[in-house]
């Protein structure tokens, strides 16, 4: 099993969402910690953060290039929200994305998250990709009450929640 990661944004001018946190720092955090366990169950590990990109949209095509060129099985886009509203919600756009965006989600609202749904929406990063693929938005970074829980929890208990959502989807 070949999972290509996207700790998303990281690369700038490619810049995450400012709030109580820091997008970009929780993205690396749990995705950094997620690659471990990845790595740790015997999955090939695809990181996709570019090391440079002069614009937006070069980054996001370089990070599904990573993907598209080395053969990954499944896509997973790491991100924490803004825009004033609390839990977590999981994007796909292909059924078996869908079937591993519910395990994901199931996994973060076990943790305390409020459940804001699966949506099947075409963001860039996962319909642009050869295989499935979902986009994870933890929480919101702009929210109070998610940031006091993500403190509480830790980076490693998020990504713990996010491996073991994969891990029953996958079958890894």
Known sequence: MKIAIDIGHNCPPDTGALGVKSEDEMNRLVGEFLIKLLISAGVDVID???????????????RTNSANTCGADFYVSLHHNAGGGLGSEVFAVSDEGIAAAKRVLSKLVGLGFRDRGVKRQGFYVIKNTLMPAILVEVCFVDSNADCTLWDKLGCKAIAQAIFEGLQESLKF
């Open 48 to 62: 996709c953060r570019p090391k440079s990109a002069t614009t937006v949209g070069l980054s996001l095509w370089k």
